[in-house]
C-alpha cells in the first residue's frame, strides 16, 4: 500500500547549524508533498510544499528538494533556532480525486541553544 | 479567517464507553478530513468528506467508528464501544476542494481510553 518513510525519527543540532529531513515515497503517482511542523501540544502547520514539476523551492531559511526518480524528497532549514524545535512530519498526495495525504512518522528536531 | 474548531480539547474514558468529538471547519472549505494520530506517530487518514458525501474511509474502523457530516459543514466522529488502543488525539482538518490546496488543521482531541 502507500507508504512514506521518514528519517532521522530524532535530530539534535547546535544553533545556527543545518538541518535535513528525508523522505521517501512509494506511491509514484503522488504528485504534492508538504511538510508540516507540530509544536508541542498544537496543531500541525503547513511550513513549505512543493509539487512534482518543481524540484527544489525555497522559503527564506527552509528549502525542500524533490528527486521524483528515486522518489523522495527533502527539508532543509539553514541557520536553525531555539524556536524551530518541533516535530516535523513530511506527506505525500496524488492528483487522483481525494487528494489524500499519507504522512511520515515524524521527526523531532532539537536545536540546542 | 476563523481556524478549524474542534471539541472537546481532552477527554478521557472507560474502555466500552462510548465519545463523539466535534469539528467546525473553515468556512467554504468543502473537504473535510478526520486523521487518528497516535503518540510518536504520523497523522492517519481516517475518514474523507467531500461537502457531506465519504470520498474514502477505508481506513476507518467501522465496526466501532462512525463519522457524519450532514449538511456538509460540521462533523462528529464517535466511537462506540471505546478500546484502549484507541488512545490518540483525534485532528479533524479542512481545505478547499482541489489537488494541492493546503490541509488546515484543528487543534485535535485528545482522547484517554483507560
Known amino acids: 500500500g502507500e507508504n512514506v518513510e521518514q528519517h532521522p525519527s530524532t535530530l539534535s543540532v547546535q544553533e545556527g547549524d543545518s538541518a535535513v529531513i528525508k523522505c521517501t515515497y512509494s506511491?509514484?503517482?503522488?504528485?504534492?508533498f508538504p511538510w508540516y511542523k507540530q509544536e508541542l501540544g498544537k496543531r500541525p502547520q503547513l511550513i513549505i510544499d512543493?509539487?512534482?514539476?518543481?524540484g527544489e523551492k525555497k522559503d527564506q531559511r527552509i528549502a525542500v528538494t524533490l528527486n521524483k526518480t528515486a522518489k523522495h524528497f527533502s527539508l532543509h532549514i539553514t541557520e536553525t533556532q531555539p524556536e524551530d524545535s518541533a516535530v516535523y512530519f513530511c506527506?505525500?498526495?496524488?492528483?487522483?480525486?481525494?487528494?489524500?495525504?499519507?504522512f511520515g512518522t515524524g521527526t523531532r528536531l532539537k536545536v540546542l541553544a | 479567517e476563523a481556524g478549524v474548531a474542534q471539541s472537546p480539547r481532552y477527554k478521557i474514558i472507560e474502555k466500552r464507553q462510548s465519545v463523539a468529538f466535534w469539528c467546525n471547519p473553515i468556512s467554504g472549505h468543502a473537504t473535510l478530513y478526520w486523521y487518528q494520530q497516535i503518540l510518536g506517530q504520523g497523522p492517519k487518514l481516517l475518514i474523507q468528506?467531500?461537502?457531506?458525501?465519504?470520498?474514502?474511509d477505508s481506513q476507518l474502523p467501522k465496526d466501532r467508528f462512525s463519522a457524519e457530516r450532514l449538511k456538509g459543514v460540521d462533523s462528529t466522529l464517535k466511537i462506540q464501544p471505546a478500546k484502549l488502543e484507541d488512545s490518540a488525539v483525534y485532528l479533524c482538518a479542512s481545505s478547499q476542494f482541489g489537488q494541492g490546496y493546503e490541509q488546515y488543521f484543528g487543534p485535535g482531541t485528545r482522547l484517554t481510553v483507560t
Open positions: 506527506a505525500a498526495s496524488r492528483n487522483s480525486g481525494t487528494y489524500k495525504y499519507i
Open positions: 468528506f467531500q461537502n457531506n458525501g465519504v470520498v474514502d
Open positions: 512543493i509539487r512534482s514539476n518543481v
Open positions: 506511491d509514484s503517482a503522488s504528485n504534492y
